[in-house]
């Protein structure tokens, strides 16, 4: 059973920063490649971040240049440092482990990112 587990999320005033992390447990043997997603009440789940193992990461524009995604030597654990946050930021915040070639992925449960004015 694969299983993803977020940490790190609260409630920060804007401008402040918060750093998320997702353990992934479970019979997964290769990791080539994670992701954060987002989802706020009323809309759609979005593609925050992704990294793959040999490092390439992308980032949605709503993010600008204040999030960055890494991985651990390991291959196991995705972080996402998120700086210079904004109210529009608030959102449950959930970690993806891709499963290639079948168009779905492992979730996490969700950690709740409240950013208050």
């Known amino acids: 059973q694969v299983q993803l587990v977020e940490s790190g999320g609260g409630l920060v005033q804007a401008g402040g920063s918060l750093r998320l992390s997702c353990v992934v447990s479970g019979s997964i043997f290769s990791i080539n490649a994670m992701a954060w997603y987002r989802q706020a009440p009323g809309r759609q789940r979005e593609l925050v971040a992704a990294v793959t193992s040999a490092g390439t990461t992308n980032y949605a524009n709503s993010v600008g240049g204040r999030f960055a995604i890494s991985m651990d030597n390991a291959k196991n654990t995705v972080a996402l440092q998120m700086n210079s946050l904004k109210p529009d930021d608030t959102a449950v915040y959930y970690c993806?482990?891709?499963?290639?070639?079948?168009?779905?992925?492992?979730w996490g449960q969700g950690t709740q990112v409240t950013v208050s004015s």
């Open positions: 993806n482990l891709p499963i290639p070639r079948t168009g779905g992925g492992y």
